[in-house]
């Protein structure tokens, strides 16, 4: 047998589909997923809104497996490269009707007119179909997460909301619940071949191992590879740019990369793990940052998206990133032959710039556990609550001492080319009482500290306002609380 594969095999509904690329000089290893539906005869019910995750009228559904059962996933099929369904079950709106009569989800949409143009609507059936799956009787703030990544321009979400609520409130079940056994079987025979996936085109080069020493391995033999975990900000590059990726190397299959593991000290998140599996591992565990993730991108968004991607791609407004310097994380990177830690503060060098090297991969962050009586909050200022990204991002982290700053972070995203702490402020503050006045004279300090773009998102001045008023919305949510 070979050493690595050339096809990638996942199911089209119950329909084994295996791709060997270089039989079918139509499609790249970065045809999209949407796009190769659309090409299919009989698929045009996936739409092309925006091409860059924001409208959701591309929403399909995905089934994987994850602890012996399946998980079903809405996701962005715009986004999302065709060797990342490797291994999955694919889902769209033509699956959902058994023949004889509407899915549950569909016929809800019916009875409670939630179409007008329809353009949007298989979109919006497949999120409220990803509902289903996922939740029984969900209350209105989980249907409208379900919906936050669709846009309806004319029917208005009022009925589509009351569709989500009538066809949650029944027994869950539908046809993928009874061929659920096969599917398991199928996906697991798929998955049960670790071998390293190598698609090789005339122009494209396109690395999927299935281990982190496979993975590795092929940093340090194509370190010119561009990464991909989630690809939710690699994809713009070719959806938005229209840039040929030569040569990627996708992480998205390696279950080493995707746990979290919680230790006395510390959390132990790998970098694979989804934005929306931490979001729910964090509401228990962190709640600053569960905050700051119910508000990040949209479900599609964060099903695919990961926490190394967001740290990987050092944006000054990735949205993680301002609380994992308030909680001094560090980042575990590896090679083949070695591996280091560093602070998340080191890591980043300038605008989108990082000291990772040619040879090596995040693998993890590691986060402490605050301690009982340290306060952390995180804070996202953006033109919308939803699937908008930040104008200003804030990680605080502020421990007192019979009334004085003992220790304290104030980490901003979108006030300077990386997330940056307020150094001035945060020393002038470090044994001072934790009182107005003392806030109120930081604040000032605060004003001169950075020197924020202005941009279409926002001018100068208004950013540095809503810093310092973070600054003050902090003091007062802690003295709400006993620290
Ligand atoms: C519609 C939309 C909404 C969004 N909303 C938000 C939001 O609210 N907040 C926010 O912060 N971001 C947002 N983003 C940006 C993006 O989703 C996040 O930055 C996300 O976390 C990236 O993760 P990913 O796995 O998709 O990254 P990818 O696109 O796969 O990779 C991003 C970068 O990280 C590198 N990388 C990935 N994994 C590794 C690794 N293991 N080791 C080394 N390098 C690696 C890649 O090479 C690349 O440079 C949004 C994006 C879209 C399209
Ligand atoms: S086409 Fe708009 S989210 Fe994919
Ligand atoms: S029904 Fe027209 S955009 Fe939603």
Same mark, same amino acid.
């Given at each position: 047998?070979?050493?690595?594969? =050339? ?65 079903? =996933? ?114 697991? =025979? ?189 804070y ?16 605080f ?39 107005e006045?003392?806030v109120a004279?930081a604040m000032?300090?605060l ?18 306002l809503v810093s310092k008023n973070l600054l003050m919305k902090f003091y007062v949510e802690s003295t709400?609380?006993?620290?």
């Open positions: 047998m070979e050493t690595t594969r =050339k096809d990638i095999q996942f199911l089209l509904n119950d329909r084994l589909i295996s791709i060997d690329f270089q039989e079918h000089p139509g499609l790249k290893p970065t045809t999209t997923v949407l796009n190769y539906l659309r090409a299919l005869p009989g698929f045009k019910g996936v739409k092309e809104g925006c091409a860059e995750g924001d409208c959701g009228a591309c929403t399909v559904v995905t089934a994987e497996i994850a602890e012996g059962r399946l998980v079903y =996933k809405t996701i962005d099929s715009c986004l999302v490269f065709l060797p990342m369904l490797h291994g999955k079950q694919l889902l769209t709106v033509e699956h959902l009707a058994d023949g004889n009569s509407l899915h549950p989800v569909q016929q809800a949409m019916l009875e409670h007119n939630g179409s007008q143009c329809g353009y949007c609507t298989p979109g919006v059936v497949m999120s409220l179909f990803g509902l289903y799956k996922n939740s029984h009787n969900p209350s209105r703030p989980v249907i409208n997460d379900a919906l936050t990544g669709n846009l309806c321009r004319c029917t208005g979400y009022r009925p589509i909301a009351d569709a989500a609520a009538d066809c949650c409130s029944g027994n869950g079940k539908d046809q993928f619940t009874s061929a659920e056994q096969m599917t398991l079987e199928v996906l697991g =025979k798929i998955q049960s071949d670790r071998r390293q996936i190598e698609i090789t085109t005339d122009r494209q080069l396109y690395l999927k191992p299935m281990t982190l020493s496979d993975a590795l391995s092929a940093r340090l033999r194509v370190p010119e590879a561009v990464i991909i975990s989630g690809s939710t900000d690699v994809a713009l590059r070719q959806t938005k740019k229209k840039e040929l990726l030569t040569a990627l190397l996708d992480l998205s299959s390696i279950e080493e990369l995707c746990t979290i593991i919680a230790d006395e000290h510390q959390y132990w998140i790998g970098a694979g793990v989804t934005i929306e599996q931490l979001r729910k591992f964090s509401h228990d565990h962190l709640p600053a940052l569960a905050q700051m993730l119910s508000v990040f991108g949209s479900l599609q968004i964060r099903n695919l998206a990961t926490i190394g991607g967001n740290v990987g791609s050092a944006s000054p407004i990735g949205d993680v990133l301002p609380l994992l310097f308030a909680c001094r994380a560090s980042l575990r990177l590896q090679s083949a032959s070695v591996e280091r830690t560093i602070a998340i503060s080191d890591f980043i060098t300038g605008y989108r710039t990082t000291c990772l090297k040619n040879d090596e991969l995040i693998t993890g962050i590691v986060l402490p556990k605050p301690a009982d009586d340290v306060f952390i909050r995180s996202k200022v953006s033109k919308r609550k939803d699937l908008d990204i930040s104008t200003v991002s804030a990680g982290m502020l421990k007192l001492n019979q009334g004085r700053v003992a220790d304290l972070v104030l980490a901003f995203g979108g006030m300077a080319a990386t997330t940056a702490c307020a150094s001035e402020t945060e020393a002038f503050l470090r044994g001072k009482p934790w009182d006045p003392t004279k000032e300090i004003e001169n500290e950075f020197r924020p773009l202005s941009d279409a998102r926002a001018g100068a001045t208004y950013r540095t709400a609380q006993e620290v």
